[in-house]
């Protein structure tokens, strides 16, 4: 019976010191340093598939960077950080789990995750950052915790809780063919439709600002974008389809007065636009690459650059 015990002893001790060892390599994995009280994650060196962030890490500061392996990410508690690239091209990436006590994603935080579907924003998140979640070419799915004060989804789409911005719109949203941007929107996120899939028509009801640059536009590259409408006269900075290859009427507003450059650029289909009265310049290669439009003669009230 002594025997029995003795090899049962010796057994849960083998057990537990195995797996002791498994916790500790695991945790090597880890690479951090300190600032202050905050504990930055700034490399993992592990191959694992599905990937625990330790409880004390409070900021992620592109630790995971190309990792070929990672499935998945589950981050500790108190993450309440995300610095841009942190999650940069992770080829594999199916899932992240984000921290309930995470408040900021940076810019490009996501960048190159083209296997991830669904992301949801925690209640406490406060700031995202511009194209966070570009070239997750497979997003279908952004939800934001209920109770959150500074987010919400409509249309789909990822808005400020005071629907003054819009920030992403899923690439492979299926669930609509047509997206009205509300008159509240003031700014629109870079990239928040880049190669959309499915929207085939946009309204746009407000005067807002693309906050995109070169080739980050708002609505580059949209694959079935036939249609546009401006409700509103655009008085700001104008919004950008460029490469919407498909792309065949545009419908300005009377007030209307600049076609901004590269506006419309590489848009090959676009056959049908009207020109306001009021308009009165047409900027550098604001139609370049489109094909198919025949541009009138226009007098000497409008300049044409």
Known sequence: MKKKYYMTFIFVVMFCICNMHIAVGATSYFETK?????IILTKYTGNSSTVYVPQNVTIINGAFCNNKHIKKIILGRNVKNIYDGSFNNLKNLKSVVLSKNLKLIEKGAFKKCPKVKKIVIPKRCESIGDWAFTGCTNLQTLK????????????GALFSKDKKELICYPRKNKSRKSFTVPK?????????FKNNCYIEKIVVKGDAYDGGYDDIKAFTGMKKLKTVIFKTKQERDNICFRKCKKLKTVKLKEGTQKIGKKQFQGCENLVNINFPKSLKVIEKK??????KLKLPIFDDNIKVN
Do not use: M, P, T
């Open 34 to 38: 300190k600032d202050g009280r905050d």
């Open 144 to 155: 934001v915790e209920k109770g959150s004060k500074y987010f919400k989804i409509l249309q």
């Open 184 to 192: 509240s929107v003031k700014v629109i996120a870079s990239n928040a």
């Open 286 to 291: 604001a139609f370049e690459g489109c094909k």
